[in-house]
């Protein structure tokens, strides 16, 4: 068996989620995490939201103290167990004291139908090379198997390791024991998916031969992006999920090139292997960043629904990263559209078929053509700054192969209206920003 069909045999759809990063940043705490897997079981779980992901210094003690001077404390303590694996910082995640580490909190959430994830960075702990840290499984110590000059550019908790040695396999082994033993299921690794590093290609083989060995069934995540597209294949085969972006946040600009960058990637999906534009900066955001001042998302609800649609019809992870205890019906609505969250699941062969600076046009299928049941998704986006009228030649659409117009009226997801073919094509008004995503 390939290792992609191992990996489908575990996640046979885009993952989706919740990540604690955009509203708490390096501040998040155990009494939070429960409170939105609670929600997240209450309201968002029956539509197939599960995983519950604990973002960065979960590790770090006094994480987000000092965030009106740093994002990142330099160099500041964290807590690591005898072979230098980071664990819990007790002060904000009480269960895991007395070695318990995450496996109490995982328990929870399990126990709520829900699965555990939790960021890493890449490489070993700086703390543990200059303690000499010991290494499970081998004499090596930590020093010997840290490279001081690969380091993250933007975060002062790890070095990089010296890839090319044994032990480098056997310390990343380690790790994955510990996670597996607490009950992870979700691992999203950090400093390594553009490959900044030199080390940073072999590191990705060297997490998912440790995962492969854990004997637990765990995602892998790479961040942050650009992913490099001439390794599509590279992170098909050893990942689940790979950003095609550097952090995404609630901006117009950004959500414009995400178009650019979709097209780039359209195709490269398989089973249990996806190509990710990042967290959804929906909501109630920005919580613990720099003045810990939250805010409503910079998005109208225009681009709100083009962001969730485009994300939808490219078969995109989606991960939520609004504080959920504070979600609105708006929002809510938004995550719980149940055909946008099949189109996101269940489609295929998405495609775009026009770019320009105006517009955009995409399309999907659910189904085989022949297949009762089967369903065509088109989506018309507009870039501009008004309203505009754009134009789809359908029969471009089935001599492409996909399923044929038959005839009659076609329904629009967002329920903004009804539209019919005629001409051989769908014109319609589409407001500044926004998108609109038929059926038939």
């Known amino acids: 068996m390939s290792q992609s069909e191992k990996r489908a045999l575990f996640i046979s759809a885009p993952p989706m989620g919740w990540n604690s990063y955009d509203y708490y940043n ?50 500041g303590e964290v807590m690591m167990d005898e072979y230098a694996r980071l664990i819990p910082d007790p002060a904000r995640f009480p269960s895991s004291a007395g070695g318990q580490g995450f496996a109490p909190l995982a328990e929870y959430i399990h126990s709520l139908g829900l699965k555990f994830g939790i960021h890493i960075m890449r490489g070993i702990p700086r703390a543990a090379a200059h303690e000499h840290r010991a290494l499970k499984g081998t004499a090596l110590t930590a020093d010997l198997l840290a490279d001081p000059s690969n380091i993250c550019a933007w975060n002062p908790d790890m070095y990089g390791l010296r890839a090319s040695l044994p032990e480098a396999q056997l310390y990343y082994n380690s790790i994955m024991e510990l996670y597996a033993q607490w009950g992870v299921d979700f691992i999203k690794c950090d400093d390594i998916c553009r490959e900044d590093a030199p080390s940073a290609h072999r590191e990705i083989e060297l997490l998912h031969n440790a995962i492969e060995a854990c004997g637990r069934p765990i995602v892998l995540s790479l961040s942050p992006g650009p992913a490099k597209i001439s390794e599509a294949a590279f992170y098909a085969r050893n990942a689940n999920m790979w950003r095609i972006t ?58 709100q629904r083009t962001m969730m649609s485009l994300w939808s019809i490219f078969g995109a992870p989606l991960m939520i990263g609004a504080e959920l ?72 659409c089935a001599d492409l192969g996909y399923r044929a117009y038959a005839g009659g009226p076609i329904r629009e997801i967002w329920g903004r209206d009804t539209a019919s073919f005629s001409g051989g094509g769908l014109a319609c008004l589409v407001p500044a920003h926004g998108v609109r995503l038929f059926i038939y």
């Open 26 to 75: 390096t501040e998040v705490s155990e009494d939070r995490v429960r409170a939105n897997a609670e929600y997240m079981a209450a309201h968002l779980k029956e539509y197939g939201w599960e995983y519950i992901v604990i973002d960065i210094q979960w590790y770090a003690v006094g994480a987000g103290s000092r965030s009106r001077e740093f994002q990142y404390i330099p160099f």
């Open 246 to 303: 550097d952090d995404f946040w609630d901006s117009w600009p950004l959500l414009k090139d995400m178009f650019r960058r979709c097209e780039l990637w359209q195709g490269k999906a398989a089973p249990g292997a996806y190509p990710d534009c990042d967290m959804l900066p929906l909501g109630i955001i920005g919580g613990c960043f720099g003045e810990r001042k939250e805010r409503s998302t910079a998005l109208t609800p225009d681009e």
């Open 325 to 396: 205890t504070k979600l609105d019906s708006d929002t809510l609505s938004l995550l719980t559209n149940r055909e946008l969250l099949e189109l996101d699941q269940r489609g295929s062969r998405a495609r775009q078929l026009v770019r320009t600076e105006e517009e955009a046009v995409w399309i999907a299928q659910i189904g085989g053509n022949d297949e009762e049941g089967s369903r065509t998704y088109l989506a018309l986006f507009n870039l501009e700054d008004e309203e505009r009228a754009i134009h789809c030649w359908t029969g471009a």
